[in-house]
């Protein structure tokens, strides 16, 4: 079965920082685009971050924009995002997904995962 895992949410104050890796397993991920996206409770899923396979483009919401940094590891199968400078707002169900094609669309990706809990306390 092939999954992709997240892993380095936790509880952290406003204004420090957290680094999350998403990981497949079942399969490789090397020459797809992945994204991280977020949901909050009580609203619906947005975007966050998405970069190509090889690490050449990357997107982000502007929320985001200047805070968070999503990069892939040397062996190009794992996706970290690095968040920087967090804030409450920023509370939230954090997926990844992967897609051969770089879209800010959750529907788009083929591939999705269960999630990690970020809590950002004020």
């Known amino acids: 079965q092939v999954q992709l895992v997240e892993s380095g949410g936790g509880l952290v104050q406003a204004g420090g920082s957290l680094r999350l890796s998403c990981a497949p397993s079942?399969?490789?991920?090397?020459?797809?685009?992945m994204g991280w996206f977020r949901q909050a409770p009580g609203k619906e899923r947005e975007f966050v971050a998405a970069i190509t396979w090889d690490g050449g483009r990357t997107i982000y919401a502007d929320s985001v924009k200047g805070r968070f940094t999503i990069s892939r590891g040397n062996a190009k199968n794992t996706v970290f995002l690095q968040m920087n400078s967090l804030k409450p707002e920023d509370t939230a169900v954090y997926y990844c997904?992967?897609?051969?094609?770089?879209?800010?669309?959750?529907?788009?990706?083929?591939?999705r995962g269960q999630g990690t809990q970020v809590t950002v306390s004020s």
């Open positions: 079942g399969r490789t991920f090397r020459n797809y685009a």
């Open positions: 997904a992967a897609d051969p094609n770089l879209t800010r669309f959750w529907l788009e990706y083929d591939y």
